[in-house]
């Protein structure tokens, strides 16, 4: 019988158990940021960080009713954590004016980028390896 060494046991186990137990994760897909602004931890999150903020027309119509070009989200990893990356842009107008949002797992807590032409603009307090994250999400 093949014996493997406990930490190789562990690696196997943990393997197994994020595949069953996270399978959107495993696999590197998540759903799109509008079916996650459907869930009220998502939602309360992300509006949370941008309400008083003055918000381009498009991403205002974008929080109500989701209207914008979505790409599906992804897990990354932001200083060693796992955590959900999304991007929106303006119809008509990607490249140019765009959203890309982090979460962590569940939604909890949420950091945002903003880009328009060529202005930054970052919401949630993100440290400096979350703005490089935001800055990168979408590579």
Known sequence: MLRLPLFSRFVIVSLIVARFCFPAYAQGRLPYL?????KPQYHAALVSILAGQR?????KRYLSVQDGVDVPGHPIVVGGQVA???SVCQPHN????????????GGERAWALFIDGETRQFFGNPDGVMKASLSTSND
């Open 34 to 38: 509008y079916q996650q602004m459907d």
């Open 55 to 59: 918000l381009a027309p498009w991403l």
């Open 84 to 86: 959900e990356a999304y």
């Open 94 to 105: 990607c490249g140019v004016s765009e959203i890309h949002v982090i979460f962590t797992p």
